[in-house]
């Protein structure tokens, strides 16, 4: 849910803890595409495209590892993709 007041998104909490052995937490499947255009930047003239999706454990209410692949054009210099693994603990 969305705190007006706080202007921030309510945090996740998984129906399970792994971490205290009750189950596989929770996962969320996340996909985006976004479009930047770059016509009136002085280093590129073009524009650079990105497909990202990525995968959410919530192993507790305040663990989280996160799973994400990325692809990105960028015209006219070219394409790249990665990988990326984080860990988030807030306490």
Do not use: C
């Amino acid at each position: 849910t969305y705190d007006n007041w706080n202007g921030a998104f309510s945090p996740i909490i998984p129906n399970t803890n792994f971490l205290k052995g009750e189950g596989p937490g929770g996962i969320e499947l996340v996909g985006r595409f976004s479009v930047l255009d770059l016509t009136d930047a002085d280093a590129v003239d073009g524009d650079m495209t990105v497909l990202s999706f990525a995968a959410n454990w919530y192993m507790a209410p305040h663990v989280r590892i996160i799973l994400e692949y990325a692809s990105t054009r960028l015209q006219p210099v070219g394409n790249g993709r990665g990988f990326a693994l984080r860990f988030q603990a807030d306490y």
